[in-house]
């Protein structure tokens, strides 16, 4: 007995979606909660003499993932009336790990017709929003869809004949980066020229961060936004770091374990002399929702 995912093919691309083409082993990480606090690895293999490239869940007994083990409330006898089916979520580069009842699935008329799970207990498909609300599987994170359009923006060829021409987008990225100069000039004075979460205050790398997403000049207020150094800020951009909004805390994405900005969790974030510039507790809460722990 094993589980399945399925033999790879054009209409099951299994080795894609575990980001494995080509290969015939794959581990990924998968949280198993809707609060993502319990991670674990899930390794696959595929076996291109079976059956025309199978694909299974390797060690599924002695390394029973968090999501279908009986804490999980998974049935520890199998009943053919009322199968479990074991179900893996990508959301951009995360995974998901649930396990759900058959009568659970077709009450929720989760899964349609053409999927063939039900028939063939395998595949692939795009997974509706009735059965990610049900399964509490959130949404994808800033982070990963970061990850989902990276892959696909277009990079200009390089062409070392127009070298002026480089220059000036090299100052212009600059000056962008920099951000709205009013904007950047206020957080300056705010938060006396230092980054609010390093305390680095060497004023050239320091940038305007907005904490809710700019737009237009209504959000360029100096409580919606940090100054933070540029690495830090392009972190905080895409949520892999942020700050809890009622202790004021910063916290670091799992992602960034082993890193140097490892150590940035867990310190208090560096607030104005004046109250009234202080970060908007709900420009705080909304980036924290997005959050990539």
Known sequence: MHIALGVCSSGFPIDDFLDASGKTEAVISAAADPAQTIAM????????????????????YSHRHPAWNLSAGFPNTYDPNNPPFILIFRLGKSFHARFALEKQLIALKAISGSVRMFVANTGIAVAPSVLLTALKVPDPSRF?????QADTVSVDDFDPKNIPDGRRR???????????????RKLVSAYAGQCAITRCKTLWVLEAAHISPYRGIKTNLVTNGLLLRADVHTLFDLALISVEPKSLVVK???????????????RGLSLPAKASVHPNTAALEYHFSQFHG
């Open 41 to 60: 690895q899930l390794a696959f293999d595929g076996n291109p003499n079976r059956r025309g490239g199978e694909w299974r869940i390797r060690d599924q």
């Open 144 to 148: 990963d869809d970061f990850l989902s």
């Open 170 to 184: 090299i100052i212009a990225s600059v000056i962008r980066r920099l951000g709205q100069q009013a904007f950047r």
């Open 252 to 266: 670091t994405s799992r992602l960034l374990k082993g890193s140097q900005y490892e150590s940035l969790d867990g």
